[in-house]
């Protein structure tokens, strides 16, 4: 279902914007706004992360909104309710962005439930590899939940090939080695790499990790089908506010 | 073992897709270095001239007499090089690494000790060295980073968290997930992703080699029962594998911290209060919230003050192969000092709660049992730590005046 909403989309659209932002960060209120900020100035799919205490694959900006969200007092529950109302209030898929120890505590299966009646489009959980999956994906698809897998510069074609089987809706390219929010050299390097995802894979490739400008955004063009802004966009909210984000991403993808 | 790590259903390895290819590569190193007939003596022999391998067993005559039971054996582990088993881990990582041809070793600490026992390691292997650390163990174990740097390694205070080891660890796996060409990284405990359990074990197992062998020598027989601390559990991993398959009591000892009943203790296997769960990529008992959201602990020992449990020791909590227990950190510091009265050795707080542990027993024994307990690591090196443990007020005294000295 969502692949077949993005491919839709990719007919208009050479390339399409993801955004992420914390549930819970820094309140729920500022969420709210942020998305409405956010679909205001066209961006097409967002990513809500469900805070935990051990982002392991997160680097400071997205690792410390998860703390503050913590701190703040945002539990699993109020997270997925404030997910419920955005679905229902905006007309742009959202996905889920958590670790695996959330979704093992609540029950794979309950939560998968509970993002279906939440009008979530899909999951990802990144440090849940194949290998761990245990019925996870069959879970979410029965449910018309897209599980989405990602790929790294690291993986090989034959793993690139497996994971792409299991996946559905996108695979999400990491860009390169390292957490979230470093910089990335988007290069020759980068690009014979997403050549590599592409041959990989039916699926539309969404690449994240070091997407900060206009020129990033450019150079996917042609290369991949969606741009994910990450911690980025938590840096403009950060130092800009609600407003700023707005600016922002109207700048990264203006015509 | 399962060909996934999972011993019964603990372990696993929950890691990103960009750190597959790098554990794929480990594992490989790993099985080969097993299947190396000549590794192992390479190993004894690093460990038998450069840390002080074989450690001995000591009679604990005093003590013995003293609480009238069972009578008492302690394997020196705070003989090794850097005072503590931590040595025999990091050593044995350090020729996988020389194997591997890398030219970096990233470590996590806690109390400082295996961030020590690492720094040592890179030194004399002449790798470049980053230790991660909790800005709150930075600062209750100063002279742990003097050690560290003076052997050329960078110590890096992490902030994030709650700044103790269990944020150590994630910050570790950070740096690794960008650097793994050059880098390995050193785990300190029988706990994380799959193959480290089984790694760090498989080093630490040269404890219960030694140990089974010494008890025949010196006693004719094997123990009744063995005590360890636990806090990843590599130390108790270590020589309880030398007793597995033999009719011994194996006896783990937690850190009740505060007691458990407060809250404030880091108990996860001998109470009720941790839960399953999948974190720092292994799946074990973890205390947590029921979001799943980590909660803080406390233990007088910085070494045991930690969230997780090796899956190793959750699979024998379940077949029962495995008592475990816990000791309070006044219990603790009461069985410490009466092990440094009695006998002249002084254990680490972290090895204090196996002897608290054993001491609760041995007296309830007959003086035809033998106990032996796993002394880890040595307490005279920790010394700020312990004379605040004793709330000593000549040292108080003493450092007020150091203090001033500085200032003048």
Known sequence: MLEKHLRTKLVDKDLLLMTHLVLGYPDFETCRKTVGEMVAAGVDLIELQIPFSEPMADGPVILRANQDALAAGARVEACLDVAAELAAGFDVPFLIMTYFNIVYRYGVERMADRLQAAGIAGAIVPDLPPEEADGYPEILRQRGLAPIYLFSPTSTDARMARIAEIGEGFVYCVARKGVTGAATTFSDDLAAYLARCRRATRLPLAVGFGVRERADVEFLRGKADIAVVGSETLRVLDTHGVSGVGAFLRGLIAA | ?408
């Not at chain 2, 959201?293 to 379940?318: C, N, W």
């Open chain 2, 1 to 408: 073992m399962d060909s996934q790590g999972y011993f019964g259903r603990f372990g696993g390895r929950f890691i990103p897709e960009v750190l597959v290819a790098t554990f794929e590569e480990l594992d490989r190193a790993f099985d080969e270095l097993k299947r190396d007939p000549a590794f192992w003596q390479e190993y004894v022999d690093l460990m038998s001239t450069y840390s002080c391998r074989p450690t001995p067993i000591t009679y604990a005559e005093n003590l013995t007499r003293h609480l009238g039971g069972a009578r008492i054996y302690i394997k020196r582990e705070d003989l090794n090089h850097t005072g503590a088993h931590k040595a025999n881990n990091v050593m044995g990582q350090g020729l996988l690494v020389r194997r591997m041809g890398k030219s970096r070793v990233i470590a996590e600490t806690g109390a400082g000790q295996h961030g020590v026992a690492t720094a040592t390691m890179a030194a004399k292997f002449g790798l470049e060295c980053t230790i991660y650390m909790g800005e709150v163990d930075v600062e209750r174990q100063r002279p742990n980073v003097f050690w560290m740097e003076r052997l050329g390694a960078t110590v890096v205070p992490v902030d994030t968290g709650t700044r103790i080891l269990k944020d150590a660890i994630n910050e570790a796996f950070r740096d690794w997930v960008a650097n793994m060409d050059t880098t390995h990284y050193v785990f300190g405990t029988a706990c994380g992703p799959h193959p480290f359990p089984a790694l760090v074990s498989y080093f630490q197992s040269i404890i219960g080699v030694e140990a089974r062998e010494q008890m025949l020598k010196s006693t004719g027989r094997l123990p009744d029962r063995v005590y360890a601390c636990v806090g990843g559990g590599s130390n108790a991993m270590g020589i309880f594998q030398g007793f597995m398959q033999d009719d011994v009591e194996l006896v783990g000892v937690e850190a009740g911290g505060h007691g458990v009943e407060t809250g404030e203790h880091a108990v996860r296997l001998a109470a009720s209060d941790a839960s399953l769960g999948v974190a720092q990529g292994y799946k074990t008992f973890f205390l947590q919230d029921e979001d799943g959201q980590m909660r803080e602990t406390h233990s007088v020992a910085a070494g045991l003050d930690y969230v997780g449990v090796s899956p190793i020791l959750s699979s024998f909590k379940e077949s029962g192969r495995v008592r475990f227990e816990s000791a309070t950190d006044a219990e603790v510091v009461e069985a410490l000092a009466l092990t440094v009265r009695k006998e002249g050795v002084i254990p680490a707080l972290e090895s204090a709660h196996a002897f608290a542990g054993a001491f609760r027993e041995a007296s309830q024994m007959s003086n035809d049992e033998i106990i032996l307990i796993n002394q880890s690591g040595r307490g005279d090196k920790d010394i700020f730590t312990i004379a605040d443990a004793f709330d000593d007020p000549k040292w108080r005294d003493f450092i007020r005046r150091k203090a001033a000295q500085y200032d003048a």
